[in-house]
């Protein structure tokens, strides 16, 4: 009878372990969705100017900016994708704005003239209230 139960329970054992092992292998490696940053009217931006004297003419508290994205098939051109209203200096590299128009993503650029800010998006230590 012990020998029945202990080769029982050795049984039952290799059971479970492969039911583990097979397990774990059928989920393998999963596929991670990428979330797309999109900025719609009323969402705040950051524009990164770099520190150019030009820009920081340009780029002031007030004014209000066309967003492009680029597009490169043969030749590079901008596509207009909205508006947003630059709404005050953060420091010497970037300003905030507020988007009045469109859908605006990170990575897109804010132009004005033949200057440009590249769009990204607020960190939450920099949002003031």
């Given at each position: 009878m012990h020998r029945?139960?202990?080769e029982l329970s050795a049984g039952l054992?290799?059971?479970?372990?492969?039911?583990m092992i097979s397990g774990c292998?059928?989920?393998g490696v999963q596929p991670q969705n990428k979330a797309e940053v999109v900025m719609k009217s009323g969402d705040l931006v950051?524009?990164?100017y770099g520190g150019s004297k030009e820009a920081s003419a340009v780029f002031c508290p007030?004014?209000?900016v066309k967003v492009y994205r680029q597009e490169s098939r043969k030749r590079l051109r901008?596509?207009?994708?909205?508006?947003v209203e630059i709404t005050r200096v953060i420091d010497e590299n970037y300003v905030e704005g507020k988007v009045v128009e469109g859908n605006v993503k990170p990575g897109y650029f804010?132009?004005?003239?033949?200057?440009?800010?590249l769009v990204t998006t607020p960190q939450p230590a920099d949002i003031q209230n």
């Open positions: 029945l139960s202990s054992f290799m059971i479970l372990m492969l039911l292998a059928t989920l950051h524009l990164f007030g004014e209000t901008y596509i207009e994708q909205g508006m804010a132009r004005k003239g033949s200057l440009g800010c």
